[in-house]
């Protein structure tokens, strides 16, 4: 086991129960499942049979200008990293986010990428980009800052959620 898996809210700036109690506030209704910590798409795979709903992957990425971008798509999405930033305004080609830049802005660590975490950017310096294939589902699901839990959000409520923490979502179709 692994430091994520033992206690994978310690350390963070908001917990999952403190994600939770906002989307309450927000009066945005969202079901929870729990399950043993997953790391990529493929592990995620084994619950499509218990969690209905559009299943997502999450780039955080950067331009060379330091831009910063968090790309939510489909989990299946063919993404071109090399051409991406023409179609979200980015700078030069895009790469990975490091680990502690991550934490510093989304308050997540890797394999726990979402678009909750968007609630630690309270500077606004990552712009979200979410992906037009991914819209067309009624219900999205995303871990809930953390990878031990899967939550189902409506999209409208998503959205919702994302122009509250003050992030206006750009949806772009960057997926092929």
Same mark, same amino acid.
């Given at each position: ?45 084994? %619950?499509? @049979?218990?969690?209905? &709903? ?8 950067? #331009?060379?200008? =330091?831009? !910063? ?35 510093? %802005?989304? @308050?997540?660590?890797? &394999? ?8 630690? #950017?309270?500077? =606004?310096? !990552? ?50």
């Amino acid at each position: 086991m692994n430091d994520n898996d033992q206690a994978p809210e310690s350390g963070l700036p908001t917990s999952p129960d403190a994600l939770f109690a906002r989307l309450a506030e927000l009066g945005i209704s969202v079901a929870t499942v729990s399950h043993p910590a997953l790391h990529t798409v493929e592990e995620s795979r084994a %619950l499509r @049979g218990e969690i209905a &709903g559009g299943h997502i992957k999450n780039l955080f990425v950067k #331009d060379k200008k =330091g831009k !910063v971008f968090l790309i939510v798509a489909e989990e299946d999405a063919d993404i071109n990293l090399k051409t991406i930033h023409t179609l979200i305004g980015g700078s030069g080609r895009v790469s990975f986010g490091k680990p502690e830049q991550l934490m510093e %802005l989304l @308050g997540v660590r890797p &394999g726990s990428v979402c678009p909750f975490g968007l609630i630690n #950017d309270t500077a =606004g310096v !990552v712009t979200c980009i979410l992906d037009e294939a991914l819209m067309r589902h009624d219900v999205i699901n995303c871990h809930p800052l953390v990878n031990t839990m899967t939550t189902s959000i409506g999209r409208d409520d998503l959205l919702a959620f994302l122009v509250s923490t003050g992030h206006e979502p750009r949806i772009v179709a960057v997926s092929g």
